[in-house]
């Protein structure tokens, strides 16, 4: 029960109090502070927060002033003003963005670069790329998930893409990570694969005026530059790559697998 109070953001003190209030039901001030096992001007104070939560009232006894425990429902309804506090303060966040962004600089003459380092470093790069509404065209190491983890990248990336609807195309080498990519044929999502002796130890993605580049070698690193020129760059270069690799849309044993397949068919007809 401590432990439940504690993460509505109730000190150990404001347990002790409460919980002596609830228990002795209606106490004076001396009777609280002696059963709660605290000092007096600690137990006034936290009568006094506790009063403002509306979690204890005062009332007189015999002209005696008491303190009265409220209902415990009452942290629901704390628990709601949180939450509409919550609501106006994301409203309030929407109105302002687009004032804050007007500020922004929009110079693009010189390229935005932005620096990364570590595993959430990483992760600030690949959400990025996420919050893209526009076609993906990425070069891609399958060693992301050996960093990030391939199920904590579906929960967090894979999942927020698939609502997007935005297609992504990937140039993969043959990790077994882009393997299960590959094999799980999702929607908006096109491979071409780099010939199976090709170990690559970087990404590239390529998105809205923006080129990312993540490096996989200790210590982990990256960057993204925003600059419309070296986007198209980059885009040219995949595009010719992309094209290059035409009809190499299955990993290199997928296509080996299909080969046999076809023999096999043909050589044992069904009855």
Sequence with gaps: MRQILKRLDFSDKEIDIYLATLKLGSASFSELAKFAGTKRPTTYEILEKLKGKGLVSFGKKKGKKIFVAEDPE????????????????????????????????????????????????????????????EENWIIATGKIYDVLGLKQFTKRIVLKRRQSG?????????????????????????????????????????????????FFKEPLSGIIIENKELFLVFKFMFDSLWKELEGKNMPEGEVRKNIYDNLFVKDHPKN
Excluded: C
Excluded at 166 to 183: E, R, S, T, W
């Design 74 to 133: 009452k942290i629901l309804g704390l628990i709601e003003q949180e939450k509409e506090e919550v609501f106006k303060k994301e409203e309030d966040a929407k109105n302002v963005l687009p004032k804050l962004k007007a500020l922004t600089r929009k110079d693009t003459t010189m390229p935005l670069v932005k620096y990364y380092e570590g595993k959430e470093g990483i992760w600030n790069i690949v959400e990025d790329l996420v919050k893209s509404k």
């Design 166 to 214: 935005v297609k992504l195309n990937i140039i993969a080498d043959h990790h077994p990570g882009n393997i299960k990519g590959y094999q799980a044929n999702e929607y908006f999502r096109e491979y071409r694969f780099l010939p199976g002796t090709i170990d690559l130890n970087s990404t590239v993605y390529v998105y809205e005026n923006k080129v990312a580049l993540i």
